[in-house]
């Protein structure tokens, strides 16, 4: 279903969990933002394949409150702290799993109105960020071969690191000199782009927008007069 949502309502819809993750300040609530996030995911098919990135992402997550906590603050702080940080990712996992990068550019284009310059760096960078971690896995696969060792204190790994870092930058110099070459011969910078896929919102996508504004005011509403969303709705 989230699949044959325009990008655009996908876009907002991200925007939108991202601003509830920041509005909720309980760690039940962003518990429970989490979870409905992670069942969207799977829903969509895309839970197995981001397994990994949501393991990352929990571990990170944990880093972030144990900082939280060696700063002075509370418990509950920590947690809210991680959970709020999770929340805010795993969203955009869920917009990058469902949509077409094409489709993006178009809808950053045509709907959103950004230049199209702009929307295609955006989607460019996006692209090539699983590239860029398989070439990383694939270059310390064949230093490991070599007899390269990433053990021992930070020091040493961050040295041992730069033999990683050299070929991966001349691997990133190359593609950018090809992408270069490739967005010269096919005119890129003309006043004219055309798209083929159909972005424009259709009448669900409407009423989602409308809900999710409807939500986002509720919670606003909740959060000005000291209340909780939940008692608010049954108030």
Known sequence: ?????????????????SFWALVFNTPGTLIGLVVAEVVIL????????????????CVFAVFLGIIQLLGGGSLESAY????????????FIILLTTTRLQDLTAALVKQIKIPYEYAFMFTAALRFVPDFI?????????????GLSVSGNI?????????????LLLKSLGRSE??????ELRAFGSNEHSFMSNVAPRAKDYVLILLMIAVSIALVYGRMTDYSFISFIAG
């Open 178 to 183: 090809t992408m270069a070459l490739s967005l």
């Open 80 to 91: 809210v702290t991680g959970l709020r940080m999770l929340a805010m990712t795993v969203v």
């Open 42 to 57: 799977a829903a969509c098919g895309s839970f197995r394949r981001n397994v990994k990135a949501l393991a990352s992402l």
């Open 1 to 17: 279903m989230l699949k044959n949502l325009v990008p655009v309502t996908k876009l907002i819809g991200t925007i939108a969990f």
């Open 155 to 167: 020091f040493k790994k961050m040295k041992n690191y730069m033999t990683v870092i050299q070929p």
């Open 134 to 146: 398989a070439e990383s896995k694939a270059v310390q696969e064949a230093q490991s071969c070599r």
